[in-house]
């Protein structure tokens, strides 16, 4: 902020998520289904060092579980860029994704990606 102004740290956000975007998305649009798309990103952001997995249920459908994210304090001092990550998200997928935020009961909190359209 101090020598870029204060829409700097937005505006490289931004850049990452793009860049990320169009690093992943040839592997991504591979999948044949919604599941198989979602599964390659699930394993795409554990190499980036996100914890989390594909689930289904039937009370909840098809989403993915956070457990952990690197980039959980910079989330914290710059909110705007979850709405980016989760914008990220729909474009590799082609569909709607809901993030919702849960807290568990030993404390922290589990990050459900809700996937709007099993394909």
Known sequence: KRFFGDSAPE????????????????????GKSMVEK???LTELREKAGVFC???YSRSGGFRIEEYHHPMQQIFESYPSAI?????MMEQLLGTRVERVVEPLEKGGELVIYRIGVLG
């Open 11 to 30: 505006k490289i956000l931004f850049h990452h998520y793009e860049q990320q975007r169009a690093k992943w998305a040839t592997h991504i649009s591979r």
């Open 38 to 40: 979602a599964t390659r």
């Open 53 to 55: 997995q594909c689930h």
């Open 83 to 87: 709405m980016q990550e989760v914008r």
